[in-house]
């Protein structure tokens, strides 16, 4: 029996592209599938939630996953990322000094936020490094179709990817640059001076007329992208 997309609680946006949230923080995890391939955006929180989406992959998809790509460095995307041994990993430049020098804050944060202390430290103990380092744009052949990975930040983090799907529609995936299920969270590690500019940046990205997928909530518009980069500059007292 063919599975859908819905049966296993993804959302399809586009002609072989999708998503789904995850349980505890509301995460994205997005889809693109391609001839012979299938690029995942973000891993989940642990080793467990990485494991599962790969094996719904398989079953969406009808292969492994080829391609990751991290949006940033925050433990709710990343920790799942051991679980795609095999895959290419992309990342924005910056990304792998966080996983070799910072794993202490990253296992640290997951564990004041939920995860388990052995799961959190079972996913530290397995993370590695992105193979590959995205400094401004680099496009993916997926088969038939291709994908756009741009550092567009910094702004969440210092190392903020977003992956463009082109096609009708256009799809982007914007990390937690643009949060839709409550106000964008900025945390010690966010520089809120440049974030009004890296949406700016996903803007020209996308257009006015793609989707755009937050790290966490419904899709949006350009036009809720607009109004949230409005709301942060008025919030940091940046222009």
Do not use: K
């Amino acid at each position: 029996m063919t599975v859908t997309w819905e049966d296993l609680g993804w959302e399809r946006l586009a002609e072989g592209v999708g998503r789904c949230r995850l349980p505890g923080w509301d995460c994205t995890v997005g889809l693109v599938v391609g001839a012979g391939t299938a690029l995942v955006v973000d891993a989940g929180s642990s080793l467990a939630e990485g494991a599962a989406l790969r094996a719904a992959v398989r079953r969406l998809a009808g292969r492994d996953v080829t391609h990751l790509a991290l949006t940033h460095p925050h433990f709710d995307h990343v920790l799942g990322a051991p679980a795609f041994a095999g895959a290419e990993v992309y990342g924005a430049v910056g990304l792998d000094v966080v996983f070799r020098h910072e794993r202490e804050a990253l296992r640290r944060d997951a564990v004041e936020y939920g995860v388990p202390a052995g799961e959190a430290e079972a996913a530290i103990r397995a993370l590695v490094p992105p193979a590959h380092l995205v400094s401004g744009e680099w496009t993916l052949d997926l088969g038939g179709r291709q994908a756009l990975l741009a550092n567009v930040g910094p702004g969440h983090t210092a190392h903020d990817l977003a992956v463009l799907v082109p096609g009708s529609p256009e799809v982007v995936f914007c990390g937690d640059l643009v949060e839709e299920s409550g106000e964008p969270q900025a945390g010690p590690d966010a520089l809120p001076s440049r974030w009004p500019d890296a949406l700016d940046r996903l803007l020209n990205l996308g257009g006015e007329d793609a989707l755009y997928v937050p790290g966490h909530g419904a899709v949006v518009d350009a036009a809720f992208v607009r109004r949230q980069r409005d709301a942060l500059a008025a919030r940091f007292g940046v222009s």
